[in-house]
T-cell receptor, first 115, second 111 residues
Framework: DGGITQSPKYLFRKEGQNVTLSCEQN?????MYWYRQDPGQGLRLIYY???????QKGDIAEGYSVSREKKESFPLTVTSAQKNPTAFYLC??????????????FGPGTRLTVL | GNSVTQMEGPVTLSEEAFLTINCTYT??????LFWYVQYPGEGLQLLLK?????DKGSNKGFEATYRKETTSFHLEKGSVQVSDSAVYFC??????????FGPGTSLSVIP
C-alpha cells in the first residue's frame, strides 16, 4: 500500500536536546511538507520541499531544520533553539502536476513531548 | 493574499441531524478546494475536493459545491452519525502555491 509513514508515533525528549522526526513516502510525490499543530489549533507550515535537494521555510521555521536528500524522505530536526517544541507534527506530500493545485496527503503524525 | 474562513466551533449535533459547516475563501484565479477530516490523535484525511466552479465533491455522505459567485465551499451531510465526530478543515490551493487551511471546526455527535 502506498502512503506516508511517520515514526515514532510518540516521542519524549529532555529539554535542550535535538530530536529528528522521520517522514517517508512511497507515493512518488514530488513535494513534501512539515506542519505543526498545537492542541485545539490549526496547522502551521514549518518547511516544505518541492524537489530533491531544495527546500523553503514556511511560516514558523525558526528552531527547525530539514533535509531532502532523497525523493521519498523528508526528516525534520527540532533543535534546542525551538522554544516550545511540544506539539503534534504532521508530514504531508503532494504530486506537482500540471496546474499545481493538487491535494496533500498526510501521515499519521508524531506527538513530541519535551520534558 | 489567499485565505480561508470557517464557522467557529465546537458544533454539537444529535445523531441523524443535518450538518452544515460554512467555508468561504479569498483567492485569485481558480484554486482547488478541499475538505479534510481529522480524528483524535490522527493525521488529516482528504474527505472531498472540487477543482472548478460548480463542481460538487462527495464522499461518505458528505457533499460540498464549489460556488465561485459566493466564494464558498460549505460542507453538508444529511444525517450525521457518532462516528462523524472529528475536526473538519476547509482548505484551498491556488496554482503552484502552498495549501491554505482554515482553523478547523470541531464536530461532536451525541447519540
Amino acid at each position: 500500500d502506498g502512503g506516508i509513514t511517520q515514526s515514532p508515533k510518540y516521542l519524549f525528549r529532555k529539554e535542550g536536546q535535538n530530536v529528528t522526526l522521520s517522514c517517508e513516502q512511497n507515493l512518488n510525490h514530488d513535494a513534501m511538507y512539515w506542519y505543526r499543530q498545537d492542541p485545539g489549533q490549526g496547522l502551521r507550515l514549518i518547511y516544505y520541499s518541492q524537489i530533491v535537494n531544495d527546500f523553503q521555510k514556511g511560516d514558523i521555521a525558526e528552531g527547525y531544520s530539514v533535509s531532502r536528500e532523497k525523493k521519498e524522505s523528508f526528516p525534520l530536526t527540532v533543535t534546542s533553539a525551538q522554544k516550545n517544541p511540544t506539539a503534534f507534527y504532521l508530514c504531508a506530500s503532494s504530486i506537482e502536476g500540471t496546474g499545481g493545485r493538487n491535494e496533500q496527503f498526510f501521515g499519521p503524525g508524531t506527538r513530541l513531548t519535551v520534558l | 493574499g489567499n485565505s480561508v474562513t470557517q464557522m467557529e466551533g465546537p458544533v454539537t449535533l444529535s445523531e441523524e441531524a443535518f450538518l452544515t459547516i460554512n467555508c468561504t475563501y479569498t483567492a485569485t484565479g481558480y484554486p482547488s478546494l478541499f475538505w479534510y477530516v481529522q480524528y483524535p490523535g490522527e493525521g488529516l484525511q482528504l474527505l472531498l475536493k472540487a477543482t472548478k466552479a460548480d463542481d460538487k465533491g462527495s464522499n461518505k455522505g458528505f457533499e460540498a459545491t464549489y460556488r465561485k459567485e459566493t466564494t464558498s465551499f460549505h460542507l453538508e451531510k444529511g444525517s450525521v452519525q457518532v462516528s462523524d465526530s472529528a475536526v473538519y478543515f476547509c482548505a484551498l490551493r491556488a496554482s503552484y502555491d502552498k495549501v491554505i487551511f482554515g482553523p478547523g471546526t470541531s464536530l461532536s455527535v451525541i447519540p
